[in-house]
């Protein structure tokens, strides 16, 4: 399996900042997404940011110039800076991958989507 294990979530003043990072562990073959959903009670989940393995980024509007993803292919994290938070953006953040599984004799599995636990992100003064 693939796990994925966020951290960074918190309590944040409107118009302050917080760093979102997930890792990714397990028997990986290669993670070809990565990203960051969040979801509010009651709500949809929806898409907040993800990037691919070579780099491209797909970023929803709501939070395009206050919100950067990046990823290190290398250690299979991937991290959100949120700047200029609003309370709107106030969710739970589940981080995202989809990923294809290492097997025995070092094939690949199929391509499966992965979820983090989630972690609380609040914005109050």
């Known amino acids: 399996q693939v796990q994925l294990v966020e951290s960074g979530g918190g309590l944040v003043q409107p118009g302050g900042s917080l760093r979102l990072s997930c890792a990714a562990s397990g028997s990986i073959f290669s993670i070809n997404v990565m990203g960051w959903y969040r979801q509010a009670p009651g709500k949809q989940r929806e898409l907040v940011a993800t990037?691919?393995?070579?780099?491209?980024?797909n970023t929803a509007d709501s939070v395009k110039g206050r919100f950067t993803i990046s990823r290190d292919n290398g250690k299979n994290t991937v991290s959100l800076q949120m700047n200029s938070l609003k309370p709107e953006d106030a969710d739970v953040y589940y981080c995202y991958g989809k990923a294809w599984r290492l097997l025995t004799g070092g094939t690949r599995s199929e391509m499966r989507e992965y979820w983090g636990q989630g972690t609380q992100v609040t914005v109050s003064s």
């Open positions: 990037i691919s393995s070579g780099g491209s980024t």
